[in-house]
């Protein structure tokens, strides 16, 4: 095995590693009924001027199932935290006791449920799909390699086959993640 197709794999496993993380940190943000900071900390509110997530400007706890509970460092920015929670179209209740903000995570209905759910897939399916595509780019990178000498053609379909190994095992991972949403959202 060459040099060359060491670092060929290496960037496949890097690339498609990246697309499994992105989507376990958009499944993070995924309602599922239960309360979870993830939820709220990208939300953005006018901060002197600038749009800012909530977690850079908060502490964030879930003290029980249905609620999340939200701590400004600064005071002051209550009103636009609460403001901005509001305005995010996630459908949050934010109640503000100057002090710290509780928002209200209601149960979610069972078509809100199923709803939910065939968001999740849709989301997978995406990952699926740059999955796929950094395959065929990484193939390609192999095929170059053939094509200039710097490999055998039994080499080619061994690597090839490997690349194959590699992605089956993204895609069983990605599987398994939204099963586990699935169930996850469905519960209670």
């Known amino acids: 095995m060459t040099d ?24 993070k943000k995924l309602r599922t009924g239960r309360a979870n900071a993830a939820m709220v900390e990208d939300i953005k509110f006018i901060y002197y001027g600038n749009p800012t997530p909530i977690k850079q400007a908060a502490s964030l706890q879930t003290p029980d199932p249905h609620a999340i509970l939200i701590d400004p460092w600064d005071k002051s920015a209550l009103h636009a935290i609460e403001k901005g929670i509001s305005d995010s179209g996630m459908g949050f209740t934010a109640s503000n006791d100057g002090r710290v903000i509780r928002v209200a995570v209601p149960p979610l209905t069972e078509d809100r449920k199923k709803e939910m759910v ?3 897939k ?24 053939l ?13 090839l086959d490997e690349i194959q190994k590699v992605t089956d095992k993204h895609i069983k991972t990605i599987d398994d993640l939204v099963a586990n949403k699935e169930k996850e959202i469905m519960e209670v």
């Open 118 to 120: 065939k968001f999740g």
């Open 4 to 27: 060359d197709f060491k670092a060929v794999k290496q960037e496949a496993n890097e690339k498609m590693d990246k697309s499994i993380q992105f989507l376990k940190d958009e499944y």
């Open 122 to 145: 849709e989301m997978a399916e995406e990952s699926r799909v740059v999955i796929r595509n950094w395959r065929r780019d990484i193939n390609a990178k192999i095929k170059q390699l």
């Open 147 to 159: 094509k200039d000498g710097h490999i055998g053609e039994d080499d080619e379909r061994r690597e």
